[in-house]
């Protein structure tokens, strides 16, 4: 796979398809060293411009798709397209449709208590045949911890879907991918709410038009702080392209 470096983090050039036949083959295999899937987007990339761990936290996934359209927009600028976008709810969409009714099983991690289940509940309602193995909560003491490796590996999932936030969760996978009985842990963000019906997604014509983020800002006024990355992003991108090496 090739990949298009978007101020410094490595993205792959992969569409959708791409990206569940990569996982597909993952979670086939009989090796059971697990794989990291992360999925940023531009507050993501500029979180990373001022972290260099968690820069270097990134690069190290297995897969690093493309979540947003700022980030599809920053390559074009950049003269290294990326395929598409790939954004991690859409991407979990896709493997819950593609691994319905086979033996394969999510674990659900994230979000307040209470929430995971219900999350679990409506997918279940949803794809009629997805195996949900188990679903904890992501507001667990430092010392509970231990507790949730433990459940997890009792359940034995294929593929563990994570919703932290970042880059809370992309630490969390970094730190216990490797004491974790699956193949492949994904990274979601607060797709976990959107499943439980606590959160909505925009409609399909609003994030094809690029205005997803206006979407979120509007339903949720306490993420302005978070979203002045989002020009920061731009003025970056195209300092890049047009003024000086950044």
Known sequence: MTRTDIHGVKIHNVTMREAVRLIQTWVEEESRVPRA????????????????EFKELLNSADLLVPDGAGVILASKILKTPLKEKVSGIDLTKNLFREFA???ISFYILGAQPGVA???AVNLIAEYKKIKIAGYD???FKPEEEDDV???INSARPDIVLVGMGAPKQEYWINRNMYRLNCKVLIGIGG???VFAGKASLAPEFIRKAGFEWLYRLIKEPRRIKRMMDLPRFLILTLKKRFFRKV
Not at 38 to 51: G, K, L, V
């Open 149 to 151: 490796i433990q459940r």
């Open 137 to 139: 909560h992501g507001y």
């Open 101 to 103: 009714g086979k033996n």
């Open 117 to 119: 289940e219900m999350a």
């Open 37 to 52: 899937v992360f999925t940023p987007n531009s507050e993501i990339i500029m979180q990373a411009q001022r972290d260099p």
């Open 191 to 193: 797709s976990i709410d």
